[in-house]
């Protein structure tokens, strides 16, 4: 975990370093609340501050609000050093937005684990977040967080002038699968399809759930070609291997079928247009007696 030290005491910030190093911490070291601020408008950002209260240019406090204030991608611990304990003080201080207090001379034994509540906040909320992305049955990521996703690699594909394949699929005559073995067979059949599906992937690829048993992925610099071919595997998959519904029934096969589609610089950059055009191909696909991968006309 990476730490900012906002201190301008250059003695103490040393002491202050050291022990922080010694304890495993990334650190990183400002002399006042404007150069400490500059840092956490950065992309990565640490994840905890310990900021001296009396400091030049912009104040403990005044950097506390700002960083309040902020949109970062994160919660931030805050901790405040100050020579001044009184409660008036404190309550100056929480109000700023502060999560915690040390007073001076601090006892760094204290401090250590000070930080560890810190560590234990922000892993609950990245936690909680990491739930509010996920589809809640098969750990896809949602519709919402899929989409903020592939915006990213868009714009990524289009700076780089690389290309960006999508998948849509969705399992043929799942209905007939509920109808005849019950929804929580079908929410199995799922979960395993999926499973299925992320054995093929790339490291970096993604799958997000668009809707029932609809699936969308994204396969970031991935020619038409490469994209068919991880289709085609995955169709192949699917269909050899048995699902398991229950301990007291068979296992069933079940069949998918693909659309895709490639978004490329020269194209439009709008994710719904690209996403419409694996749609048509899924539809295509499905036109054309299922079990098959067909591509978006370009």
Request: aromatic share 8%.
């Amino acid at each position: 975990m990476k730490i900012l030290i906002s201190e301008d005491d250059p003695i103490f910030k040393t002491i202050l370093e050291n022990n922080l190093k010694k304890w495993g911490y990334q650190v990183v070291s400002t002399s006042d609340g404007r150069q400490a601020w500059d840092i956490i408008r950065k992309p990565g950002c640490p994840n905890v501050v310990i900021s001296d209260w009396m400091m030049p240019e912009m104040d403990g406090l005044q950097l506390c609000r700002k960083v309040r204030a902020h949109e970062a991608p994160r919660y931030i611990y805050f901790i405040i050093l100050t020579a001044k304990g009184e409660q008036q003080d404190i309550l100056q201080g929480l109000e700023a937005g502060a999560d915690d207090f040390l007073t001076k001379p601090i006892d760094y034994v204290e401090l250590k684990y000070r930080i560890r509540i810190g560590e234990r906040i922000i892993g609950l909320e990245e936690k909680v977040l990491e739930l509010a992305r996920k589809d809640s049955l098969t750990g896809t990521l949602n519709r919402r967080a899929f989409m903020e996703k592939l915006d990213q690699e868009l714009e990524r594909a289009a700076r780089k002038n690389t290309p960006l394949s999508l998948l849509m699929t969705d399992i043929d005559h799942f209905k007939q699968v509920n109808d005849r073995y019950g929804h929580l067979s079908g929410d199995r059949v799922l979960k395993q399809f999926v499973s299925q599906m992320a054995q093929v992937i790339r490291p970096y690829d993604f799958i997000g759930r668009y809707g029932g048993e609809e699936f969308i992925l994204c396969l970031p610099d991935c020619s038409i070609k490469e994209a068919r071919d991880i289709a085609e595997r995955m169709r192949s998959q699917i269909e050899t291997t048995p699902m398991q519904i229950s301990t007291s029934r068979p296992p069933i096969h079940i069949t998918a079928s693909f659309g895709i589609s490639l978004f490329s610089s020269a194209c439009e950059k709008d994710p719904e247009s690209l996403i419409k055009k694996a749609d048509d191909a899924l539809y295509s696909a499905k036109n054309d007696g299922r079990n098959c991968v067909r591509m978006a006309q370009p």
